[in-house]
């Protein structure tokens, strides 16, 4: 079966995970902007919670930009997305399964002249008055993707471990990564917070093998989450090459030196630890 490739070329980064509401079909509805996907997407699941026609079905498999991830396409339909007096009309892709409820694409970006003010927190579309601004959702601090491995792993005793991962976002400059406490235990393995960089739903990290005898995670392997990381957190990349590479030829970039500026938001709290732990 031919698999369409959603992204193939990305042409700009998204600087974090963006979330803002959406008002669709007359329903609230959380979005995801992704810059770099090419179609917008809504699951199964939160279109059943709207008013909308009747889809169309068609069985297709999408294949993410990194070729390891693939959604179950299952209709096409066209919303109506409200921001204040701004209304815009939208083709989006209804899939089965996806690690957020509704992603909104390039697509949409495009269509509407979108900007991404990281600096103030907020989203601006074209309008009749100019633009129309829309703010981050209040819990983006808390909003969450999955962070997965993507072959299996095998960590020699005592070693340290590049894992090549896989995200639901096209990409980011920079997200803030937390280990999963019930995989660390049941894999005997130890994972620190990070901060980390996407690219083409890709990132790395690294894995702790204390142990004296070699430890195997399986693929798929649910690693942790990433937030979204706020504007006033500075990052800076450090090419590192490790001791056990990942198979891969070219050196990859790992976030280890920040600078915080005082926030009570629970994210900056967090990294200020992570600060702290570096």
Request: glycine share 4%; hydrophobic share 35%.
């Amino acid at each position: 079966e031919q698999r369409p490739v959603i992204n193939q070329n990305i042409h700009k980064s998204n600087p974090s995970l963006i979330f803002i509401n959406t008002l669709i079909n007359g329903s609230r509805l959380r979005a995801m902007i992704d810059t770099g996907a090419t179609h917008s997407f809504i699951t199964q699941g939160a279109l059943s919670t709207l008013y909308h026609s009747a889809i169309p079905s068609c069985d297709r498999i999408a294949q993410l930009g990194n070729g390891q991830t693939t959604l179950k396409i299952v209709g096409e339909i066209q919303l109506v997305l409200q921001f204040d007096n701004v209304f815009t009309r939208l083709n989006v892709l209804v899939v089965k399964n996806m690690n957020t409820d509704f992603i909104l694409g390039s697509d949409w970006c495009t269509s509407n002249s979108t900007r991404i003010d990281y600096e103030k927190n907020q989203v601006s579309i074209r309008s009749s008055n100019g633009r129309t601004f829309i703010p981050y959702h209040k819990c983006i601090d808390s909003l969450t993707l999955d962070v997965k491995s993507i072959n299996v792993i095998h960590i020699a005793p005592r070693e340290s471990y590049t894992v090549q991962a896989k995200v639901e976002l096209s990409s980011a400059d920079t997200v803030y990564f937390s280990p999963v406490d019930v995989t660390q235990s049941d894999k005997s393995i130890v994972m620190s917070p990070s901060l980390l960089h996407i690219h083409n739903y890709t990132t790395y990290l690294e894995v702790y093998n204390p142990h004296d005898y070699t430890c195997t995670l399986p693929m798929n392997t649910l690693l942790g989450r990433v937030t979204h990381t706020p504007y006033h957190v500075h990052s800076c990349l450090f090419f590192d090459t490790p001791r056990r590479s990942s198979s891969l030829s070219y050196q990859h970039p790992i976030i280890n030196t920040i600078e915080i500026e005082s926030s009570s938001s629970t994210t900056s709290k967090t990294i200020d630890k992570l600060r702290a732990h570096i």
